[in-house]
């Protein structure tokens, strides 16, 4: 019997087990696990017993949805082959889970907690939301049912808003790539935020919004979005890297944009307060008006004038009585005067013999009596009665 290379048999192993274990389904514990730069994946598998070398090629990679950690437990899909320049079997794998959880599950524990630790969850990193927009961009498909309620709500709510739709996919294995270059144009139109909506599905159908490159762009995103993926119990990673998270796309133009019944509404209410506001601010300045006006009318130069005017009347009165008073008094002061020069003037007469004519006790002239008038003669000592009897022009 001839001797064969060592190479011969192990490649005549190689198609041994190629031929029989074409589809091998096996679990156990990732152990000396290897990223290699070349995209491919090495690591060992092994149980209590025994270990087993396995291989992910790049190709196979794009499915993978978690990363591999050292002791987790998996189950794999593939087909043994054997390395034949060393000898060894290795498993060549096309599929792996986690053991007693999905593979989707654990990829979304993992990308949350890798994105939690660079702190794009933050709160304070949130951007607010204008209140009155005027323009919003809606990245989401343009066939589904979501954009039709979205434009429904939209219309009945706030018409002074006008809605830009970017369509793209939203479900498959090139939507994350075409939702990342949907947020990126978003961002050089003139708009206030972007909603990124699509509706309800599995975890499957929804995986998109779970991908890191997606969650890098809303991060990265200059304006606001609001993540309205799914129904109200569907928690997406897009949720958290959000400005805002909204239960369906419903609610994301509900917490969009205003209610213009609501603001309607709130007219009124701003107008009667400004009402009650009005006429209770003019009620106290009317009152304050009237005190200052009556202040300035005490102090105010017509009062003062008139004040000026009646003094100056009533000292001009007085002037007035005191004057006549004073008038009276020098008049009567003259009159006794006169009566006494007068007297002493008759008293002068009297001694040279004159005496005083008086008719109807009034001093009468010689040249005024008529014949028959009865007169008085007096002098200061002496009264007589007298009749005219002849009555003669001398000279």
């Not at 949350?112 to 702190?119: A, F, I």
């Amino acid at each position: 019997m001839q001797a064969q290379s060592v190479s011969s048999l192990n490649i005549q192993i190689k198609s041994l087990l190629e031929t029989t274990f074409v589809s091998i389904f096996v679990q156990g514990e990732v152990s000396n696990l290897t990223y290699h730069k070349s995209g491919h994946i090495y690591f060992s598998l092994k149980d209590a017993d025994s270990v087993v070398s396995c291989v992910m090629f790049k190709g196979n990679t794009k499915n993978l949805k978690f990363r591999l950690e050292l002791g987790m437990k998996v189950q794999i899909r593939g087909s043994l082959t054997l390395y034949v320049p060393r000898g060894s079997y290795q498993i060549l794998c096309s599929f792996i889970e986690p053991f007693g959880k999905g593979g989707l599950a654990l990829a979304y524990e993992q990308l949350k907690v890798e994105l939690q630790d660079k702190g794009y969850f933050e709160t304070s990193i949130k951007k607010p939301l204008v209140k009155f927009p005027k323009n919003i961009a809606i990245i989401t498909s343009n066939t589904g049912a979501a954009i039709e309620d979205m434009k429904k709500i939209a219309n009945s709510r706030y018409k002074l808003c006008k809605l830009k739709i970017i369509p793209c996919l939203v479900q498959g294995q090139s939507a994350k790539e075409d939702i990342v270059k949907a947020i990126k144009f978003a961002n050089t139109l003139d708009i206030d935020f972007i909603i990124l909506a699509r509706g309800g599905g599995s975890l499957e159908d929804l995986w998109a919004f779970n991908e890191k490159c997606v969650a890098q762009a809303i991060y990265e995103s200059q304006k606001p979005i609001i993540s309205a993926i799914g129904h109200e119990n569907d928690f997406l990673i897009s949720d958290f890297v959000a400005d805002l998270r909204a239960s369906t796309p419903s609610n994301a133009i509900e917490l969009a944009l205003p209610n213009s019944k609501d603001l309607l509404l709130y007219l009124d209410v701003i107008y009667d307060d400004f009402d009650k506001s009005s006429k209770i601010i003019l009620d106290k300045k009317s009152k304050e008006l009237e005190k200052y006006s009556a202040l300035f009318a005490q102090n105010s130069f017509l009062k003062s004038f008139n004040s000026s005017s009646l003094e100056v009347k009533n000292i001009k009165e007085q002037f007035r009585l005191n004057f006549s008073a004073i008038l009276k008094d020098k008049t009567k002061n003259l009159e006794e005067m006169l009566r006494y020069f007068i007297m002493q003037k008759d008293s002068k007469k009297e001694k040279k013999g004159f005496v005083q004519l008086l008719k109807n006790n009034q001093i009468i002239r010689l040249e005024d009596l008529s014949i028959n008038d009865e007169i008085s003669l007096e002098s200061l000592s002496y009264k007589a009665k007298a009749k005219i009897l002849n009555l003669e022009k001398q000279g």
